[in-house]
């Protein structure tokens, strides 16, 4: 059969001149020739009609079979050449790529510094969401129902004409709807801290609309508030030095009974007096009280038989005096230039 020598002869050529390509442009002009539109299998395979009926399939089948060995044969020649090339032109002499050390966020940092003290202390740590109930945020830590913090101002509130009073309708303003969710699913004794993201609608030098705060609460028949004193007193000294003064003066909280607020010397002035401390040696540091019965009462507690304390603290202000930042603002705006100075 002439059309069969014709094919195989072709086959020959095809193999010849892809054998003798020797760059990428070479390899597209041979497949451009022989396997374009304008090739000679291509035109064999559209002219099939002129061959005998018989002929037919035979010849489609030869002329398929060729086309797709070679032209598979011509790609992979070219896959391997481009490969070589890539190798040839990397130096492995060179330099790899600088690697950039990243850093912890200061507020990452010093969140670790305040727990791991209270863990060496004997705390475990616990955690809570952010979306909060009014019961958890408020009610259940004896809030009145017309007290100032749970206003609009302070809080930001999801959906406020939501029934369901399970469904979370706020973001916590505090840590403490925790000191709940613990004491429900827990008995005593257990003393805890509890790290966490709380949000005020707020913003200045001082305040962030979102910022952190450790959580601490101690429960059990005899936690008085000698212990409460002793606690916060050795976590201040380890983590602003010994040399600090300690100050507790007596304040309010809906939650706890007493209350204190916890103050240090200022770490700026040493205590004479400057613009940090606004000229009273005194930097305020954290709120604690003994936990009100009432609190206990919405856990579940008897008061009469358990006792405990509870403190709170804001991790950018600690953070803020322990490296003399002046505006709270600079933890979020991820300017590298702040940020690396805490590598
Ligand atoms: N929850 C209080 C606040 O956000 C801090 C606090 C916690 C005070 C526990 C006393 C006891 O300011």
């Given at each position: 059969m002439e059309i069969k020598q014709k094919l195989a002869d072709l086959a020959r050529t095809i193999e010849e001149d892809i054998a003798k390509t020797s760059d990428l442009a070479s390899m597209e002009d041979i497949r451009i020739k022989h396997f374009g539109k304008k090739s000679e299998l291509l035109e064999i395979l559209k002219n099939i009609k002129n061959y005998q009926p018989e002929e037919r399939p035979v010849i489609g089948q030869v002329a398929n079979k060729i086309k797709n060995i070679l032209t598979e044969k011509l790609n992979n020649k070219k896959i391997n050449f481009q490969a070589k090339q890539q190798k040839e032109s990397l130096d492995s002499t060179l330099d790899g790529n600088p690697f950039v050390r990243g850093s912890l966020h200061p507020i990452t940092t010093v969140k670790a510094q305040i727990v791991n003290i209270f863990q060496k202390l004997g705390f475990g740590i616990s955690e809570g969401p952010d979306m909060e109930t009014d019961y958890y945020n408020f009610t259940s830590l004896n809030f009145p129902h017309d007290h100032p913090a749970r206003d609009e101002q302070d809080t930001f509130f999801l959906d406020k004409n939501d029934k369901d009073e399970n469904k979370p309708l706020l973001l916590r303003t505090?840590?403490?709807?925790v000191q709940i969710r613990y004491m429900k699913a827990h008995k005593p004794p257990f003393q805890i801290v509890v790290p966490g993201t709380v949000y005020r609608s707020d913003s200045d030098v001082s305040h962030t609309p979102m910022f952190h705060q450790v959580e601490g609460l101690a429960v059990g028949e005899n936690i008085t508030f000698a212990n409460l004193k002793w606690i916060l007193s050795e976590f201040l000294y380890q983590m602003f030095g010994s040399s600090i003064d300690i100050r507790f003066r007596p304040s309010f909280f809906p939650f706890t009974e007493p209350s204190v607020e916890v103050d240090i010397s200022c770490v700026i002035c040493g205590g004479t007096g400057c613009r940090v401390c606004k000229n009273s040696g005194w930097l305020e540091i954290l709120g604690a009280g003994m936990v009100h019965p009432n609190v206990f009462k919405s856990a579940g507690y008897d008061p009469e038989y358990i006792q405990g304390f509870a403190f709170g603290m804001g991790v950018e202000r600690v953070a803020m005096l322990k490296y003399e930042i002046n505006d709270i603002r600079l933890f979020y705006e991820n300017d590298l230039r702040f940020l690396k100075q805490f590598r």
């Amino acid at each position: 059969m002439e059309i069969k020598q014709k094919l195989a002869d072709l086959a020959r050529t095809i193999e010849e001149d892809i054998a003798k390509t020797s760059d990428l442009a070479s390899m597209e002009d041979i497949r451009i020739k022989h396997f374009g539109k304008k090739s000679e299998l291509l035109e064999i395979l559209k002219n099939i009609k002129n061959y005998q009926p018989e002929e037919r399939p035979v010849i489609g089948q030869v002329a398929n079979k060729i086309k797709n060995i070679l032209t598979e044969k011509l790609n992979n020649k070219k896959i391997n050449f481009q490969a070589k090339q890539q190798k040839e032109s990397l130096d492995s002499t060179l330099d790899g790529n600088p690697f950039v050390r990243g850093s912890l966020h200061p507020i990452t940092t010093v969140k670790a510094q305040i727990v791991n003290i209270f863990q060496k202390l004997g705390f475990g740590i616990s955690e809570g969401p952010d979306m909060e109930t009014d019961y958890y945020n408020f009610t259940s830590l004896n809030f009145p129902h017309d007290h100032p913090a749970r206003d609009e101002q302070d809080t930001f509130f999801l959906d406020k004409n939501d029934k369901d009073e399970n469904k979370p309708l706020l973001l916590r303003t505090h840590t403490s709807p925790v000191q709940i969710r613990y004491m429900k699913a827990h008995k005593p004794p257990f003393q805890i801290v509890v790290p966490g993201t709380v949000y005020r609608s707020d913003s200045d030098v001082s305040h962030t609309p979102m910022f952190h705060q450790v959580e601490g609460l101690a429960v059990g028949e005899n936690i008085t508030f000698a212990n409460l004193k002793w606690i916060l007193s050795e976590f201040l000294y380890q983590m602003f030095g010994s040399s600090i003064d300690i100050r507790f003066r007596p304040s309010f909280f809906p939650f706890t009974e007493p209350s204190v607020e916890v103050d240090i010397s200022c770490v700026i002035c040493g205590g004479t007096g400057c613009r940090v401390c606004k000229n009273s040696g005194w930097l305020e540091i954290l709120g604690a009280g003994m936990v009100h019965p009432n609190v206990f009462k919405s856990a579940g507690y008897d008061p009469e038989y358990i006792q405990g304390f509870a403190f709170g603290m804001g991790v950018e202000r600690v953070a803020m005096l322990k490296y003399e930042i002046n505006d709270i603002r600079l933890f979020y705006e991820n300017d590298l230039r702040f940020l690396k100075q805490f590598r």
